[in-house]
């Protein structure tokens, strides 16, 4: 039960956010996958999974507005109160660059 007892322990340490719960996402834009570019704001929580980053578990979070993509939560939370500062109350959504010369790659 030790196993059991370390996750509820990192579970505390990281604060994780309930499903259906909004977060901040910083903004992604890519040179090479433009199609990719996201604009950060707040996002709802969908799922909520555990892995593996730099070989120590980790919870990975999907949210509604970026589906398929995994933010890992230990990072993201560090910077939940810059990001509050940067985006307020204005949600994230994909903002897609579909001109050639940035999906190239």
């Not at 704001?41 to 990975?60: D, T």
């Not at 939560?73 to 500062?85: A, P």
Request: aromatic fraction near 12%; charge should be neutral.
């Amino acid at each position: 039960m030790k196993s059991e007892k370390n996750k509820k322990n990192l579970e505390s340490k990281l604060n994780l956010p309930q499903i259906g719960k909004d977060v901040y996402i910083p903004t992604s834009l890519y040179m090479g996958h433009g199609r990719d570019d996201f604009q950060g704001g707040l996002c709802k929580v969908i799922k909520i999974e555990e892995g593996i980053s730099a070989g120590k578990k980790a919870y990975f979070i999907e949210v509604a507005e970026r589906p398929g993509h995994m933010y890992n939560w230990e990072f993201l939370q560090e910077d939940q109160k810059e990001l509050k500062k940067e985006y307020g109350k204005r949600r994230g959504c994909p903002d897609p660059d579909y001109r050639p010369e940035f999906n190239d790659w």
